[in-house]
């Protein structure tokens, strides 16, 4: 008699499709791996992070990826970073969010622009409401 296979619980993969750890710019100069990088990113959307000497340079999102980060060889980026890797998404809609959040956690000097996240002002507006309450009851003790 077969045993039945158990049916996964587990939710890993569902958005990251797969990674490419931190690898050198150096290898981009190399044909075989440019067209190799280009083959295996071809149609894939996701996040890339460009390093600086192990340090945290840039972030960012792209529905064609090796388009993107190749492209960082030769604009205002090119000589600012060493090594990149590669978040590949499963779902181009959730790009945004992700590179918006990683930009927020993280400081990367080469992003100007932080991203922002839909309603998130609604937040805002009732952290600040909170505050000012909490700071005025602490005025109010420190006076007594």
Avoid at 56 to 79: C, I, S
Avoid at 88 to 104: A, N, P, Q, T, V
Wanted: no cysteine.
């Amino acid at each position: 008699m077969k045993k039945e296979k158990k049916k996964s619980t587990s939710t890993k993969g569902r958005l990251v499709k797969g990674y490419i750890p931190p690898v050198s710019i150096e290898f981009l100069e190399f044909d075989t791996f440019r067209k190799g990088m280009k083959d295996m990113l071809k149609g894939n959307s996701g996040v890339y992070v460009l390093y600086k000497k192990k340090k945290l340079y840039y972030v960012g999102m792209a529905k064609e990826l090796f388009g993107r980060l190749y492209h960082h060889t030769k604009d205002k980026h090119k000589n600012k970073w060493d090594k990149f890797s590669v978040f590949i998404i499963g779902r181009g809609s959730y790009l945004k969010d992700i590179e918006s959040m990683i930009h927020r956690i993280s400081a990367t000097p080469g992003n100007i622009v932080k991203g922002k996240f839909k309603g998130h002002y609604q937040y805002d507006d009732k952290i600040r409401k909170m505050v000012r309450q909490v700071s005025q009851i602490v005025k109010k003790i420190q006076q007594k």
